[in-house]
């Protein structure tokens, strides 16, 4: 009888959103039972992920197989999107009741774990989500504790991937000698294999912006104030737009405009095109978002060239 290898569980690693969401390699799970791992550009090995952030959107699909739920949380980087499958019925009583509030209009901040999950198009597209296995209603308290606990994780990882950069080669003796910790070296050998040179400065933009956070200076990641849109900002939005289905049919006009406009190589990031409408009046981030899928799926006149990025697909 052949002896089966049982895994030990894996930590549940602390990472922003942009991190996961800009990976882009799968490893492990050749084995009926090995474990697969995600490798970010800084060679965090993501097999359980634990996140945070105010929830942004949920909801349920039914399928021949039953129910399943896919949601989002969203940290000062971008947001982190998740899902609840049909093989999952002890979850589904919760996911009803987080649907209820979240109809309602409620929003708040929540703590997710989870596993690593990907996939692939056939024009070789890959997309990274979580599939959820626990979560938790937070308090501002608790949501700052997470800010800053991911943030000192992103940070040894910085420091850790510069240190591998500045190696004459990339061997564990080599990270060893460089005082890179331990625990990095596999994933950032495999890091530094895949993806091509880049700059980590955007991570250390978002560190700084989850510390804002964490100190109460970034309002938008208030549970109380989350759900809220100050008046002062909606009114360029009613005098811009006129009565409102003309206002709603401007919206793709402007989200097409904007990543036009701004789209560099890699394409625009979904939060600067939010960023884009609010400059322009438009601050419902709802029709923003089915502005983009339309644009995307029905008019076919955007790409999303990687997960969160779109671009125009002619100027």
Not at 247 to 267: F, H, R, W
Not at 280 to 286: K, L, M, S, V
Not at 304 to 314: M, V
């Amino acid at each position: 009888m052949t002896e089966r290898i049982r895994h030990s569980r894996q930590s549940a690693i602390r990472l922003f959103a942009r991190e996961y969401y800009e990976s882009s390699l799968p490893d492990g799970g050749e084995g009926e039972f090995d474990p697969v791992f995600i490798i970010t550009k800084l060679g965090a090995k993501v097999n359980r992920m634990l996140v945070a952030g105010v929830i942004e959107g949920l909801e349920r699909r039914d399928t021949e197989r039953g129910p399943m739920y896919q949601g989002s949380v969203r940290d000062p980087t971008g947001r982190h999107m998740w899902s609840v499958g049909s093989f999952q019925p002890e979850l589904h009583s919760e996911m009803e009741e987080l649907l209820a509030r979240f109809e309602s209009g409620d929003r708040f901040l929540m703590t997710c774990v989870g596993k690593s999950n990907h996939y692939q198009t056939e024009d070789g597209g890959f997309f990274v989500r979580m599939r959820l296995e626990d979560h938790a209603i937070i308090d501002r308290a608790a949501y700052a504790a997470w800010l800053i606990d991911a943030a000192d994780h992103t940070m040894r990882r910085i420091d850790a991937w510069s240190k591998a950069k500045e190696c004459a080669d990339a061997s564990p003796d080599s990270l060893r000698e460089a005082g890179v910790p331990e625990d990095l070296h596999d994933g950032l050998l495999l890091a530094l294999g895949h993806y091509p040179d880049w700059d980590p400065e955007s991570y250390k933009v978002g560190v700084l912006q989850a510390l804002s956070a964490a100190e109460g200076r970034f309002v938008s990641f208030d549970e109380d104030e989350a759900d809220s849109t100050p008046e002062v900002a909606a009114a360029p939005q009613a005098e811009a737009s006129g009565d409102s289905e003309e206002g709603a049919a401007d919206i793709p006009e402007t989200v097409l405009s904007l990543i036009k406009e701004k789209a560099g190589e890699d394409g625009l990031d979904y939060n600067s095109i939010v960023q884009g409408c609010a400059q322009r009046g438009i601050n419902d981030e709802a029709a923003i978002e089915n502005a983009i899928d339309k644009l995307r799926d029905v008019d076919c006149e955007i790409i999303e060239a990687r997960f969160g990025w779109f671009k125009p697909l002619s100027n």
